[in-house]
Structure formats: structure tokens, C-alpha cells
């Protein structure tokens, strides 16, 4: 048995990919483009281990995609593969595009002409996994209830309508063809290994290397945050007992407010790692001009998958983000290594204002 993890060397795929084989020994084939966020040094504890197959490529490359399948006759693919943050998304929409949509429908084709090959018990036991977002659905007003998976898909960036169409596609291959799909729609993940152009991650970074911490607009944004390895174990629940066809929405049940998050990572680098001369580091906030369609409130109702699969976060959003910057205070060299020019170059034009 194995299973086939696209965009595996990504933070939340690489994550999985670590997790699993620290629970079972079920071999991996770890299928990455490797741009910009790909970063094989954080699977690096797994290389010469034999259950972990890396494999360089594209999901909208069919042949390849179709000779992995052939090859390795995988019982599950699990699809994180995307483009993910919405900053680049607004500057260069159409890379979302091409992976988010069309690699995801070519991904699906090649997926679907081997279920069909397969024999009635494989094809009964098979599982495709499509990793989504919160974002899908679009912006909650303060007092709104919290996102349930029926909630109407409303994306307001390039990068949300991408996945939101990703979304599309899959439900309408199980509908139409029957391929057992299972989806995930999680909050804002955080954690070990998070690509430093993200919000927490950003902070930690910036902050130690004196840097501005560039807050959008009034900082009042609120996102639900999901300690990354919380997820793992949700989705790996998930390929375990969800229903084909089903939709599950993953939270940590932690509201909270962009500016509260960066003044939360401030106290505990005074704590962790205090300045030398003796002033927090939040002394180095610092407000730039708004997001275009910055969505004001996302917020996850867990309570389909806790009623259904009896999972629940393990972390408090305390625990977790105490976790995540000694991680960082840890992990020096891999944050110098992630740090190429092109990011450099990207944070510079991005954070101009700051």
C-alpha cells in the first residue's frame, strides 16, 4: 500500500508527509513542482528512508501524473498542490490559474482514468483528497455565524476563486463520475517550516532581524488560526472515515485579530529572545496601506467533523504559537536557507511602504 501526496514539499504538505511516517510505515510518493515555497530541506530527516519517494513535476503534467499511478498503484492521492498566498495571487493571477484550476483538472483526469482501471475492491477503498480554504467562502461580518460547509462559496481574491473553482471540480467528478473524493476546508494554518511570507512567520523574522512589522490597514482583521500539525492529524482522520462526496471543514477554534497574533509573537520573542537593549519588539510595528478586498473576518465551525469523525485541535492557540517561535529561535539556518534573493527581492516590492 502507499498513497501519493502532491505539493508534498510544501509547509502544510511537508508537515503531513513528516507526521505520517512518524505514525506508520505506509510508503509516501512526494510529488512537487519545488517553486518558491517548495523546500525539500524541511523533509531533509527522510532522505536515504526508503517509504519517502520525492518526484520533481507538475500535477498538470498528465503523463507524469499517469506513470506515477501506473507505477507505484497508489490507494489515495492527497492533493495540497497550490498556489496559496493571496498577495501574490493579486500581483500575478494567472499562476493561481494554471495550478489551482487547470493542474487541478488535469490532476483529477489522470486520477480518474486510473481508478477506473482498477479492480472492484481497490476502486471501492481508493480516496482522492483535495486540500481547500477557508477563503472560499468570502467575508463574515463581526456578528455573522461562523463558515459551515454549506455555506455559499463567495471568493473575493484571485487566489480564493482559484481554490473555489478547484473546489467545483472535484465535487463535480464525484457527482458525475463517482470518483470517491473527500475535501478539507481549513482555516489559516501556522507552525514549523512556514514559508516566511506569512503573516506569523514574517513577524518572527522580521522581528529578529530588526526589521518593520508591516500590519495591514488597522490590523483588525480576524482569521482562525490551526496549529499546522492540528491539521494533519484532521486530514489523515479524514482519509481514514470521511464520506466520499463529503465536505469537512477544519478550525482551531482560535478568533483572533491580525494585530493581537503580532503583538502575541512580540511578547513571547521578549520572553524567548528579549532585545539587548531592553524595548519589546513591538516597538517595530509598523501599520502600510490595505490589502485591495482585504477579507475582514473568516471563521470555521469545526463541528461537522467533530460530530462525525471525532476529531478535535489538540492545541490552544497558546500552546501552539509558543511551539512556532521556539521552532524559529531553533531552526536558524533552515530560516537563512528559505530566505533566497527572490524572496528578499519579493518582500522589498511587496512591503515598499513600510
Given at each position: ?113 486510473y481508478w477506473n482501471e482498477l479492480e472492484a475492491e481497490a476502486r471501492t477503498a481508493f480516496r482522492f483528497l483535495h486540500v481547500s480554504t477557508d ?92 496549529y499546522v500539525k492540528d491539521h494533519c492529524s484532521a486530514i489523515r482522520r479524514v482519509l481514514e472515515s470521511g464520506r466520499p462526496g463529503e465536505v ?107
Open positions: 500500500m502507499t498513497i501519493l501526496i502532491t505539493g508534498a514539499a510544501g509547509f502544510i504538505g511537508a508537515n503531513f508527509v513528516l507526521d505520517w511516517l512518524a505514525c506508520n510505515d505506509e510508503p509516501v510518493i512526494n510529488l512537487d513542482k519545488l517553486t518558491y515555497a517548495g523546500n525539500l530541506e524541511t523533509l531533509a530527516s527522510l532522505q536515504g528512508d526508503a517509504r519517502h519517494i520525492f518526484v520533481q513535476g507538475d500535477i498538470g503534467d498528465s503523463a507524469l501524473v499517469s506513470r506515477l499511478l501506473a507505477e507505484h498503484r497508489p490507494r489515495a492521492v492527497l492533493n495540497f498542490a497550490a498556489e496559496s498566498h493571496v498577495d501574490r495571487s493579486i500581483l500575478s493571477p494567472e499562476d493561481f490559474i494554471q495550478t489551482n484550476i487547470v493542474g487541478t483538472f488535469r490532476l483529477l483526469e489522470a486520477v480518474r482514468a477563503e472560499v467562502y468570502g467575508s463574515l461580518g463581526a456578528a455573522d455565524p461562523a463558515f459551515r460547509e454549506d455555506h455559499r462559496y463567495e471568493p473575493n481574491s484571485p487566489y480564493s476563486a482559484s481554490k473555489a473553482a478547484s473546489d467545483h471540480l472535484v465535487r463535480a467528478c464525484h457527482h458525475t463520475y463517482g470518483l470517491p473524493v473527500l475535501t478539507t476546508n481549513c482555516s489559516n494554518n501556522y507552525g514549523p517550516y512556514h514559508f516566511p511570507e506569512k503573516l506569523i512567520p514574517l513577524m518572527i523574522v522580521n522581528a529578529l532581524a530588526g526589521k518593520p512589522l508591516p500590519v495591514y490597514g488597522d490590523g483588525m482583521q480576524v482569521r482562525d488560526w490551526l469537512y471543514n477544519v478550525g482551531g477554534w482560535n478568533e483572533k485579530p491580525n494585530i493581537e497574533i503580532v503583538n502575541t509573537v512580540c511578547a513571547l520573542l521578549d520572553e524567548l529572545r528579549p532585545k539587548a537593549d531592553g524595548t519589546s519588539y513591538n516597538t517595530q510595528i509598523t501599520t502600510v496601506k490595505d490589502r485591495p478586498g482585504h477579507d475582514r473576518r473568516y471563521a470555521i465551525d469545526a463541528s461537522k467533523i467533530e460530530r462525525e469523525l471525532a476529531w478535535r485541535p489538540l492545541e490552544t492557540f497558546a500552546s501552539g504559537i509558543r511551539k512556532t517561535v521556539q521552532w524559529y529561535l531553533g531552526n536558524p539556518e533552515w530560516v537563512a536557507h528559505v530566505q533566497s534573493g527572490a524572496y528578499r527581492d519579493w518582500v522589498q516590492t511587496q512591503y515598499a511602504s513600510a
